[in-house]
Protein backbone atom coordinates (compact mmCIF):
# COMPACT_ATOMS: atom_id res chain seq x y z
CA UNK A 1 0.00 0.00 0.00
CA UNK A 2 1.95 2.97 -0.94
CA UNK A 3 0.64 6.59 1.04
CA UNK A 4 1.12 9.89 0.42
CA UNK A 5 4.08 11.62 1.36
CA UNK A 6 3.25 13.31 5.36
CA UNK A 7 3.52 17.39 5.10
CA UNK A 8 5.24 16.96 8.17
CA UNK A 9 8.01 15.50 7.27
CA UNK A 10 8.47 17.91 3.95
CA UNK A 11 11.51 19.92 3.38
CA UNK A 12 9.99 22.60 1.64
CA UNK A 13 7.62 24.91 3.66
CA UNK A 14 5.53 25.05 7.03
CA UNK A 15 2.22 26.42 5.68
CA UNK A 16 0.35 23.57 6.31
CA UNK A 17 1.26 23.31 9.89
CA UNK A 18 -1.72 25.45 10.86
CA UNK A 19 -0.64 25.77 14.75
CA UNK A 20 -3.22 28.40 14.88
CA UNK A 21 -5.72 25.96 16.03
CA UNK A 22 -3.77 25.63 19.35
CA UNK A 23 -4.31 29.50 19.87
CA UNK A 24 -6.80 31.21 22.78
CA UNK A 25 -5.93 34.33 21.92
CA UNK A 26 -4.57 36.33 19.72
CA UNK A 27 -2.81 39.66 18.90
CA UNK A 28 -5.22 42.71 18.25
CA UNK A 29 -3.35 45.96 16.76
CA UNK A 30 -5.03 48.93 17.61
CA UNK A 31 -3.77 51.98 18.08
CA UNK A 32 -4.95 53.09 21.68
CA UNK A 33 -5.03 56.68 23.10
CA UNK A 34 -1.95 57.07 25.19
CA UNK A 35 -2.47 59.08 28.48
CA UNK A 36 -1.35 62.35 27.53
CA UNK A 37 -3.99 62.28 24.94
CA UNK A 38 -6.70 61.56 28.08
CA UNK A 39 -5.26 64.62 29.82
CA UNK A 40 -4.90 67.09 27.42
CA UNK A 41 -7.99 69.82 27.38
CA UNK A 42 -7.64 69.36 23.77
CA UNK A 43 -7.66 66.28 23.17
CA UNK A 44 -4.57 66.97 20.93
CA UNK A 45 -2.88 63.24 19.41
CA UNK A 46 0.23 64.20 21.34
CA UNK A 47 1.95 60.76 20.58
CA UNK A 48 1.51 61.47 17.15
CA UNK A 49 2.71 64.81 16.68
CA UNK A 50 5.81 64.10 18.39
CA UNK A 51 6.32 61.17 16.22
CA UNK A 52 6.07 63.49 13.57
CA UNK A 53 8.73 65.68 15.00
CA UNK A 54 11.49 62.84 15.35
CA UNK A 55 11.18 62.26 11.62
CA UNK A 56 11.71 65.77 11.45
CA UNK A 57 8.16 66.15 9.97
CA UNK A 58 7.76 69.60 11.72
CA UNK A 59 4.93 70.83 8.94
CA UNK A 60 3.31 67.76 9.88
CA UNK A 61 3.91 68.30 13.72
CA UNK A 62 2.15 71.54 13.38
CA UNK A 63 -0.73 70.64 10.90
CA UNK A 64 -1.90 67.78 13.63
CA UNK A 65 -1.47 70.34 16.53
CA UNK A 66 -3.96 72.70 14.96
CA UNK A 67 -6.32 70.43 14.31
CA UNK A 68 -7.29 70.59 17.88
CA UNK A 69 -5.34 73.63 18.97
CA UNK A 70 -4.71 76.75 16.96
CA UNK A 71 -2.66 78.47 19.48
CA UNK A 72 0.43 75.73 20.05
CA UNK A 73 2.33 78.74 20.45
CA UNK A 74 0.82 80.49 22.91
CA UNK A 75 -0.13 76.39 24.75
CA UNK A 76 3.50 76.14 24.64
CA UNK A 77 3.94 78.94 26.89
CA UNK A 78 1.19 79.20 29.07
CA UNK A 79 -0.21 75.72 29.65
CA UNK A 80 -0.65 74.14 33.00
CA UNK A 81 0.26 70.47 31.01
CA UNK A 82 -2.05 67.99 32.62
CA UNK A 83 -0.47 65.76 29.78
CA UNK A 84 2.96 66.08 31.68
CA UNK A 85 1.17 64.95 35.04
CA UNK A 86 -0.31 61.87 32.98
CA UNK A 87 2.63 60.61 30.66
CA UNK A 88 4.03 57.52 31.15
CA UNK A 89 7.57 58.33 31.21
CA UNK A 90 7.45 59.53 34.85
CA UNK A 91 7.41 55.72 35.81
CA UNK A 92 10.57 55.42 34.06
CA UNK A 93 12.53 58.65 34.61
CA UNK A 94 10.47 62.00 33.88
CA UNK A 95 7.68 63.19 32.03
CA UNK A 96 8.38 63.89 28.47
CA UNK A 97 8.51 68.21 27.88
CA UNK A 98 5.54 68.01 25.62
CA UNK A 99 5.19 72.02 26.83
CA UNK A 100 8.22 73.14 25.43
CA UNK A 101 7.98 70.88 22.45
CA UNK A 102 5.13 72.02 21.39
CA UNK A 103 5.94 75.67 21.54
CA UNK A 104 9.19 74.79 19.83
CA UNK A 105 7.36 73.68 16.65
CA UNK A 106 4.83 76.35 17.18
CA UNK A 107 7.44 79.38 17.21
CA UNK A 108 8.39 77.24 14.37
CA UNK A 109 5.50 77.83 12.15
CA UNK A 110 5.48 81.55 12.97
CA UNK A 111 8.65 82.46 11.39
CA UNK A 112 7.73 80.12 8.36
CA UNK A 113 4.51 82.15 7.84
CA UNK A 114 2.45 78.65 8.12
CA UNK A 115 -1.16 79.96 7.47
CA UNK A 116 -4.24 77.55 7.64
CA UNK A 117 -5.92 76.28 4.06
CA UNK A 118 -9.11 78.46 3.14
CA UNK A 119 -11.80 76.23 3.41
CA UNK A 120 -12.92 73.99 0.07
CA UNK A 121 -16.75 74.71 0.96
CA UNK A 122 -18.46 77.74 1.99
CA UNK A 123 -22.11 77.20 3.89
CA UNK A 124 -24.50 79.84 3.85
CA UNK A 125 -25.08 79.52 7.78
CA UNK A 126 -23.79 81.97 10.06
CA UNK A 127 -22.28 81.63 13.41
CA UNK A 128 -22.24 84.86 15.89
CA UNK A 129 -19.26 85.10 18.59
CA UNK A 130 -19.58 86.90 21.60
CA UNK A 131 -16.22 87.48 23.45
CA UNK A 132 -12.78 87.08 21.22
CA UNK A 133 -11.08 85.24 24.26
CA UNK A 134 -9.41 81.27 24.20
CA UNK A 135 -12.69 80.29 23.85
CA UNK A 136 -14.38 82.30 21.60
CA UNK A 137 -11.40 82.29 18.63
CA UNK A 138 -10.85 78.76 19.36
CA UNK A 139 -14.84 78.06 17.99
CA UNK A 140 -14.35 80.73 15.56
CA UNK A 141 -11.51 78.65 13.89
CA UNK A 142 -13.14 75.46 13.94
CA UNK A 143 -15.70 77.20 12.15
CA UNK A 144 -14.37 79.05 10.32
CA UNK A 145 -12.51 76.22 8.77
CA UNK A 146 -15.27 74.36 8.69
CA UNK A 147 -16.84 77.08 6.00
CA UNK A 148 -19.13 78.58 8.31
CA UNK A 149 -19.69 82.13 8.01
CA UNK A 150 -17.88 83.63 11.43
CA UNK A 151 -18.68 86.80 13.49
CA UNK A 152 -16.25 88.15 16.66
CA UNK A 153 -18.06 90.88 18.98
CA UNK A 154 -15.55 91.66 21.40
CA UNK A 155 -16.16 94.75 23.94
CA UNK A 156 -12.16 95.67 23.91
CA UNK A 157 -10.28 97.51 21.12
CA UNK A 158 -8.21 94.40 20.29
CA UNK A 159 -8.88 90.38 20.38
CA UNK A 160 -7.02 87.96 22.98
CA UNK A 161 -8.94 88.65 26.12
CA UNK A 162 -7.32 87.39 29.22
CA UNK A 163 -4.39 86.17 26.83
CA UNK A 164 -3.84 89.97 26.06
CA UNK A 165 -4.77 91.90 29.04
CA UNK A 166 -4.55 89.00 31.96
CA UNK A 167 -1.10 87.38 31.11
CA UNK A 168 2.20 89.12 30.99
CA UNK A 169 4.31 89.41 28.24
CA UNK A 170 7.48 88.07 30.45
CA UNK A 171 5.10 84.77 29.90
CA UNK A 172 3.52 85.43 26.74
CA UNK A 173 5.03 88.02 24.28
CA UNK A 174 2.19 89.44 22.86
CA UNK A 175 3.84 89.47 19.21
CA UNK A 176 2.91 85.41 19.68
CA UNK A 177 -0.14 85.99 20.44
CA UNK A 178 -1.41 88.34 17.76
CA UNK A 179 0.32 86.32 15.11
CA UNK A 180 -1.87 83.39 16.05
CA UNK A 181 -5.29 85.51 16.43
CA UNK A 182 -4.17 86.85 12.79
CA UNK A 183 -4.08 82.91 10.97
CA UNK A 184 -7.25 82.77 12.50
CA UNK A 185 -8.78 86.10 11.50
CA UNK A 186 -7.27 84.76 7.46
CA UNK A 187 -9.78 82.26 7.32
CA UNK A 188 -12.52 84.80 6.49
CA UNK A 189 -13.60 85.56 10.13
CA UNK A 190 -15.38 89.24 10.20
CA UNK A 191 -14.52 91.01 13.99
CA UNK A 192 -16.33 93.60 15.33
CA UNK A 193 -14.48 95.67 18.34
CA UNK A 194 -15.11 97.88 20.46
CA UNK A 195 -18.87 96.23 20.25
CA UNK A 196 -20.63 95.13 23.84
CA UNK A 197 -23.40 92.24 23.66
CA UNK A 198 -24.53 93.89 27.29
CA UNK A 199 -27.89 92.68 27.60
CA UNK A 200 -30.87 89.94 27.30
CA UNK A 201 -32.40 92.59 24.69
CA UNK A 202 -28.93 92.71 22.51
CA UNK A 203 -28.31 88.59 22.47
CA UNK A 204 -31.73 87.96 21.54
CA UNK A 205 -31.18 90.91 18.98
CA UNK A 206 -28.07 89.04 17.65
CA UNK A 207 -29.65 85.75 17.93
CA UNK A 208 -31.93 86.62 15.44
CA UNK A 209 -29.43 87.94 13.09
CA UNK A 210 -27.53 84.34 13.06
CA UNK A 211 -27.64 80.75 12.62
CA UNK A 212 -26.34 80.31 16.26
CA UNK A 213 -24.63 82.38 18.78
CA UNK A 214 -21.54 81.02 21.35
CA UNK A 215 -21.17 83.22 24.36
CA UNK A 216 -17.50 82.92 25.60
CA UNK A 217 -17.38 86.23 27.78
CA UNK A 218 -15.21 84.59 30.49
CA UNK A 219 -15.46 85.38 33.49
CA UNK A 220 -15.48 89.36 34.44
CA UNK A 221 -16.13 89.94 37.54
CA UNK A 222 -13.84 89.89 40.65
CA UNK A 223 -14.58 88.31 43.32
CA UNK A 224 -14.55 90.40 46.65
CA UNK A 225 -12.11 89.63 49.36
CA UNK A 226 -14.14 90.46 52.98
CA UNK A 227 -13.34 93.04 55.43
CA UNK A 228 -11.01 95.10 52.65
CA UNK A 229 -12.35 98.33 51.74
CA UNK A 230 -11.97 98.59 47.30
CA UNK A 231 -12.84 102.25 47.84
CA UNK A 232 -9.31 103.12 49.09
CA UNK A 233 -6.73 104.29 47.00
CA UNK A 234 -4.00 101.53 48.52
CA UNK A 235 -6.62 98.81 47.54
CA UNK A 236 -6.35 97.60 43.69
CA UNK A 237 -8.03 94.91 42.22
CA UNK A 238 -5.69 91.88 40.42
CA UNK A 239 -7.15 91.80 37.22
CA UNK A 240 -7.37 95.78 36.85
CA UNK A 241 -3.70 95.64 37.46
CA UNK A 242 -2.97 93.48 35.32
CA UNK A 243 -4.39 94.91 32.17
CA UNK A 244 -2.99 98.73 33.30
CA UNK A 245 -0.15 97.35 33.17
CA UNK A 246 -0.23 95.46 30.43
CA UNK A 247 -1.55 98.39 28.48
CA UNK A 248 2.22 100.46 29.64
CA UNK A 249 0.58 102.22 32.38
CA UNK A 250 2.24 102.96 35.32
CA UNK A 251 1.95 101.61 38.47
CA UNK A 252 1.05 104.29 41.23
CA UNK A 253 0.80 102.00 44.80
CA UNK A 254 4.33 102.82 46.87
CA UNK A 255 7.42 100.25 47.01
CA UNK A 256 5.87 97.87 49.72
CA UNK A 257 3.00 95.38 48.09
CA UNK A 258 1.41 92.71 49.49
CA UNK A 259 -1.17 90.25 46.93
CA UNK A 260 -3.32 88.32 48.20
CA UNK A 261 -3.93 85.06 46.46
CA UNK A 262 -1.60 82.07 45.54
CA UNK A 263 -3.27 81.28 42.28
CA UNK A 264 -1.72 81.97 38.55
CA UNK A 265 -3.12 85.66 38.43
CA UNK A 266 -1.94 86.68 42.11
CA UNK A 267 1.70 85.13 40.90
CA UNK A 268 1.25 87.47 37.99
CA UNK A 269 0.12 90.29 39.84
CA UNK A 270 3.62 89.74 41.69
CA UNK A 271 6.03 89.49 39.34
CA UNK A 272 4.63 92.21 37.11
CA UNK A 273 4.99 94.20 40.54
CA UNK A 274 8.64 93.27 40.96
CA UNK A 275 9.37 94.24 37.32
CA UNK A 276 7.83 97.64 38.25
CA UNK A 277 10.68 97.76 41.16
CA UNK A 278 8.30 97.22 43.63
CA UNK A 279 9.14 95.00 46.75
CA UNK A 280 6.24 92.19 47.15
CA UNK A 281 4.81 89.47 49.59
CA UNK A 282 2.29 87.23 48.18
CA UNK A 283 -0.30 86.04 51.06
CA UNK A 284 -2.12 82.59 50.34
CA UNK A 285 -4.96 80.78 51.92
CA UNK A 286 -2.98 77.42 50.97
CA UNK A 287 -0.01 76.13 52.45
CA UNK A 288 3.08 76.10 50.01
CA UNK A 289 2.19 72.65 48.67
CA UNK A 290 -1.06 73.10 47.83
CA UNK A 291 -0.89 76.67 45.86
CA UNK A 292 -3.25 76.49 43.21
CA UNK A 293 -0.39 78.50 40.99
CA UNK A 294 1.60 76.41 38.59
CA UNK A 295 4.95 74.98 40.15
CA UNK A 296 6.92 76.46 37.69
CA UNK A 297 6.01 79.97 38.68
CA UNK A 298 6.14 79.74 42.40
CA UNK A 299 9.87 78.94 41.74
CA UNK A 300 10.70 81.86 39.42
CA UNK A 301 7.97 84.11 41.58
CA UNK A 302 10.78 83.02 44.24
CA UNK A 303 13.87 83.29 42.56
CA UNK A 304 12.91 87.08 41.67
CA UNK A 305 13.20 88.03 45.13
CA UNK A 306 8.94 87.37 45.89
CA UNK A 307 8.03 86.72 49.54
CA UNK A 308 5.56 84.10 50.18
CA UNK A 309 3.62 83.93 53.41
CA UNK A 310 1.38 80.53 53.22
CA UNK A 311 -1.30 79.27 55.26
CA UNK A 312 -2.39 82.47 56.29
CA UNK A 313 -5.42 84.86 55.99
CA UNK A 314 -5.84 88.93 56.45
CA UNK A 315 -8.24 90.14 59.56
CA UNK A 316 -8.21 93.61 58.97
CA UNK A 317 -6.22 96.46 57.84
CA UNK A 318 -5.06 99.47 59.57
CA UNK A 319 -4.07 102.20 57.91
CA UNK A 320 -1.61 104.75 59.43
CA UNK A 321 0.43 108.06 58.04
CA UNK A 322 3.13 105.43 57.65
CA UNK A 323 1.50 102.97 55.63
CA UNK A 324 -1.20 99.79 56.22
CA UNK A 325 -0.63 97.03 58.87
CA UNK A 326 -1.85 94.01 57.75
CA UNK A 327 -3.60 92.03 60.80
CA UNK A 328 -3.34 88.69 59.50
CA UNK A 329 -3.25 84.91 61.40
CA UNK A 330 -2.51 81.41 60.50
CA UNK A 331 -5.04 79.19 59.10
CA UNK A 332 -5.38 74.77 59.02
CA UNK A 333 -6.27 74.73 54.91
CA UNK A 334 -8.23 71.86 53.77
CA UNK A 335 -8.92 71.31 50.34
CA UNK A 336 -12.68 70.46 49.06
CA UNK A 337 -13.48 67.40 46.55
CA UNK A 338 -13.61 69.97 43.47
CA UNK A 339 -11.13 72.31 42.34
CA UNK A 340 -11.85 75.87 44.34
CA UNK A 341 -13.34 74.56 47.62
CA UNK A 342 -11.84 74.59 50.48
CA UNK A 343 -12.67 74.84 54.10
CA UNK A 344 -10.39 76.95 56.96
CA UNK A 345 -9.82 77.61 60.74
CA UNK A 346 -7.94 80.14 62.41
CA UNK A 347 -5.28 78.40 64.06
CA UNK A 348 -4.89 80.48 67.48
CA UNK A 349 -2.18 82.57 69.10
CA UNK A 350 -0.98 82.18 65.67
CA UNK A 351 -1.52 86.13 64.72
CA UNK A 352 0.78 88.49 63.10
CA UNK A 353 1.13 91.48 60.98
CA UNK A 354 2.54 92.59 57.46
CA UNK A 355 3.38 96.14 56.58
CA UNK A 356 2.57 97.83 52.99
CA UNK A 357 1.79 100.83 51.10
CA UNK A 358 -1.04 99.38 49.20
CA UNK A 359 -2.77 95.77 48.66
CA UNK A 360 -3.99 93.85 45.53
CA UNK A 361 -6.07 91.13 45.91
CA UNK A 362 -6.37 88.62 43.32
CA UNK A 363 -8.31 85.90 44.71
CA UNK A 364 -10.09 84.83 41.78
CA UNK A 365 -12.86 85.98 39.13
CA UNK A 366 -17.44 85.19 38.54
CA UNK A 367 -18.93 84.86 35.65
CA UNK A 368 -21.77 87.40 35.67
CA UNK A 369 -24.68 85.35 35.11
CA UNK A 370 -27.27 88.63 35.36
CA UNK A 371 -26.22 90.51 32.20
CA UNK A 372 -28.59 88.76 30.21
CA UNK A 373 -31.33 88.68 32.44
CA UNK A 374 -33.92 85.38 32.71
CA UNK A 375 -33.09 84.40 28.91
CA UNK A 376 -30.55 81.67 30.14
CA UNK A 377 -30.21 79.58 33.63
CA UNK A 378 -27.57 78.96 35.58
CA UNK A 379 -26.06 75.92 37.33
CA UNK A 380 -24.78 77.21 40.16
CA UNK A 381 -21.98 79.90 39.81
CA UNK A 382 -21.96 78.64 35.95
CA UNK A 383 -24.30 79.19 32.87
CA UNK A 384 -26.18 75.61 32.37
CA UNK A 385 -25.61 73.84 29.66
CA UNK A 386 -26.27 70.17 27.96
CA UNK A 387 -23.77 68.00 26.73
CA UNK A 388 -23.15 70.15 23.69
CA UNK A 389 -22.71 72.81 25.37
CA UNK A 390 -26.02 74.23 24.56
CA UNK A 391 -27.51 76.68 27.01
CA UNK A 392 -31.70 76.66 27.78
CA UNK A 393 -32.17 79.15 25.23
CA UNK A 394 -32.07 77.11 21.47
CA UNK A 395 -29.16 78.27 19.46
CA UNK A 396 -27.55 79.86 22.15
CA UNK A 397 -24.60 77.81 22.84
CA UNK A 398 -21.93 79.28 26.02
CA UNK A 399 -18.36 77.70 26.91
CA UNK A 400 -14.76 78.54 28.19
CA UNK A 401 -15.51 80.51 31.70
CA UNK A 402 -18.21 81.11 31.42
CA UNK A 403 -19.57 77.59 32.17
CA UNK A 404 -17.04 75.58 34.04
CA UNK A 405 -14.45 76.90 37.03
CA UNK A 406 -11.77 74.91 35.42
CA UNK A 407 -10.27 78.32 34.63
CA UNK A 408 -7.46 77.53 32.45
CA UNK A 409 -6.35 78.89 29.04
CA UNK A 410 -6.47 75.31 27.25
CA UNK A 411 -9.57 74.09 29.07
CA UNK A 412 -11.54 76.88 27.63
CA UNK A 413 -9.89 76.48 24.00
CA UNK A 414 -11.21 72.51 24.24
CA UNK A 415 -14.60 73.97 25.11
CA UNK A 416 -14.57 76.31 22.24
CA UNK A 417 -13.52 73.25 19.73
CA UNK A 418 -16.25 70.62 21.38
CA UNK A 419 -19.00 73.51 21.42
CA UNK A 420 -17.94 74.87 17.47
CA UNK A 421 -18.39 70.93 16.35
CA UNK A 422 -21.69 71.12 18.22
CA UNK A 423 -22.58 74.33 16.50
CA UNK A 424 -21.61 73.00 13.15
CA UNK A 425 -24.28 69.96 13.71
CA UNK A 426 -26.97 72.54 14.90
CA UNK A 427 -26.84 74.48 11.81
CA UNK A 428 -26.25 71.71 9.22
CA UNK A 429 -27.14 67.92 10.86
CA UNK A 430 -24.54 66.46 8.05
CA UNK A 431 -21.34 67.95 10.08
CA UNK A 432 -19.47 64.95 12.14
CA UNK A 433 -20.28 64.53 15.61
CA UNK A 434 -17.50 65.06 17.98
CA UNK A 435 -16.14 62.06 19.54
CA UNK A 436 -13.91 61.31 22.72
CA UNK A 437 -11.38 58.19 22.33
CA UNK A 438 -13.38 55.91 24.53
CA UNK A 439 -10.74 53.14 25.07
CA UNK A 440 -8.63 52.89 28.10
CA UNK A 441 -5.03 54.66 28.00
CA UNK A 442 -2.22 52.36 27.63
CA UNK A 443 -0.81 51.60 30.81
CA UNK A 444 2.67 52.09 31.69
CA UNK A 445 3.11 48.44 32.72
CA UNK A 446 2.41 47.18 29.15
CA UNK A 447 5.22 49.34 27.59
CA UNK A 448 8.42 47.14 27.14
CA UNK A 449 11.11 49.88 28.76
CA UNK A 450 14.07 47.19 27.44
CA UNK A 451 13.46 49.82 24.52
CA UNK A 452 13.96 52.79 26.05
CA UNK A 453 16.53 54.14 27.92
CA UNK A 454 16.35 55.74 31.60
CA UNK A 455 17.43 59.37 30.71
CA UNK A 456 16.64 62.62 32.36
CA UNK A 457 14.28 65.27 30.17
CA UNK A 458 15.59 67.99 28.66
CA UNK A 459 14.57 71.47 29.74
CA UNK A 460 14.00 74.65 28.54
CA UNK A 461 16.47 77.48 29.27
CA UNK A 462 15.78 80.29 31.83
CA UNK A 463 16.74 83.77 31.59
CA UNK A 464 19.04 84.72 34.58
CA UNK A 465 16.99 87.07 37.07
CA UNK A 466 18.84 89.95 37.28
CA UNK A 467 18.21 90.34 33.40
CA UNK A 468 14.41 88.80 33.66
CA UNK A 469 13.77 92.43 36.39
CA UNK A 470 14.75 94.60 33.95
CA UNK A 471 12.34 94.13 31.11
CA UNK A 472 9.15 92.12 30.70
CA UNK A 473 11.30 89.71 28.19
CA UNK A 474 9.83 86.36 28.02
CA UNK A 475 12.01 84.42 31.36
CA UNK A 476 11.83 80.53 29.53
CA UNK A 477 13.27 80.30 26.18
CA UNK A 478 12.72 78.03 22.95
CA UNK A 479 14.57 74.74 22.80
CA UNK A 480 16.91 74.73 20.57
CA UNK A 481 16.80 72.12 17.22
CA UNK A 482 19.19 69.70 19.14
CA UNK A 483 17.17 70.06 22.55
CA UNK A 484 13.90 69.26 20.57
CA UNK A 485 14.83 66.61 18.54
CA UNK A 486 16.26 64.95 22.04
CA UNK A 487 13.40 65.15 23.80
CA UNK A 488 11.26 63.83 21.22
CA UNK A 489 12.66 60.70 20.92
CA UNK A 490 12.21 60.08 24.55
CA UNK A 491 8.03 59.54 23.76
CA UNK A 492 7.21 56.30 24.33
CA UNK A 493 4.57 56.34 21.60
CA UNK A 494 2.25 54.94 23.99
CA UNK A 495 -0.76 52.92 22.13
CA UNK A 496 0.89 53.98 19.09
CA UNK A 497 2.11 51.58 16.24
CA UNK A 498 6.02 53.39 15.19
CA UNK A 499 6.68 50.21 12.43
CA UNK A 500 9.64 48.87 14.21
CA UNK A 501 9.04 45.33 12.84
CA UNK A 502 9.81 43.80 15.99
CA UNK A 503 6.69 41.88 16.12
CA UNK A 504 7.16 40.55 12.84
CA UNK A 505 11.12 39.38 13.51
CA UNK A 506 9.78 37.85 17.23
CA UNK A 507 6.98 35.89 16.19
CA UNK A 508 7.96 32.29 16.38
CA UNK A 509 5.86 31.08 13.88
CA UNK A 510 5.93 33.93 10.94
CA UNK A 511 2.32 34.69 11.79
CA UNK A 512 2.87 38.21 11.22
CA UNK A 513 2.77 39.96 7.63
CA UNK A 514 4.00 43.10 7.00
CA UNK A 515 2.08 45.78 5.44
CA UNK A 516 2.87 48.70 3.29
CA UNK A 517 1.45 50.50 6.51
CA UNK A 518 1.80 48.12 9.39
CA UNK A 519 1.10 44.18 10.25
CA UNK A 520 -1.56 41.56 9.55
CA UNK A 521 -1.93 38.31 11.56
CA UNK A 522 -2.26 35.13 10.07
CA UNK A 523 -4.48 33.30 12.37
CA UNK A 524 -4.02 29.86 10.97
CA UNK A 525 -0.23 30.16 12.14
CA UNK A 526 -0.57 32.50 15.19
CA UNK A 527 -0.24 30.44 18.66
CA UNK A 528 -1.45 32.86 20.90
CA UNK A 529 2.13 32.97 22.54
CA UNK A 530 1.97 36.64 22.62
CA UNK A 531 5.78 37.15 22.20
CA UNK A 532 4.85 40.15 19.90
CA UNK A 533 3.07 41.88 22.72
CA UNK A 534 5.48 41.44 25.09
CA UNK A 535 8.56 42.53 22.22
CA UNK A 536 6.04 45.95 21.38
CA UNK A 537 7.69 49.44 22.62
CA UNK A 538 4.56 51.01 22.75
CA UNK A 539 1.75 49.26 24.00
CA UNK A 540 0.22 49.17 20.14
CA UNK A 541 -0.63 45.20 20.37
CA UNK A 542 -2.73 43.85 22.64
CA UNK A 543 -3.87 39.75 23.54
CA UNK A 544 -7.40 39.50 23.03
CA UNK A 545 -9.50 36.44 23.64
CA UNK A 546 -10.15 34.25 20.55
CA UNK A 547 -13.95 33.69 21.27
CA UNK A 548 -14.01 31.98 18.24
CA UNK A 549 -12.63 29.08 19.02
Known amino acids: MSREPSFLWSNSTSEGRLTGTWRTASPDYRNLPSPCLGACP ?52 EAVSICALERYVGDQALEENWQYPKPETMHDQSVAIVGGGP ?12 GFRVSIYESQAQL ?5 YGIPSYRLDKSILDAEIARIVNLGVTVHLNTSIADKGGLEALRAEHDAVFLATGATKSKVLPGLDYSQPWVRDGAKFLAQTNAGEACDLGRHLVVIGGGSAGIDVARTARRLGR ?31 CGAMMQKVDAGADGLTINCVEVAFTPGAARGQFTIAPVDGSAFTLAADAIIPSIGQDADLKKYGDLLDSAGPVIAHDENWQTS ?34 VDPEQPAFVKPSDPAVPFKVINTAYHSADGR ?28 IEAKRCFSCGTCIYCDNCYFYCPDMAITK ?5 EVKLDYCKGCGLCVAECPTGAINMAEDLGR
Not at 54 to 74: E, M
Open 42 to 93: VNGRIATWIGQVTKGDYHGAWTTLVDNNPFPSIAGRICHHPCETACNRVEHD
Open 458 to 485: ESPAHVAVEQRLQSFGEVQQRFTKAAAE
Open 393 to 426: SPGIFAGGDLTSMDRFVTEAIGMGKEAAMAIARF
Open 160 to 164: GGLLR
Open 135 to 146: AGLSAAYQLARR
Open 279 to 309: DVTVLALEPDDLLPAQRTEVVEAREEGIRFV
Open 515 to 519: LDQGY
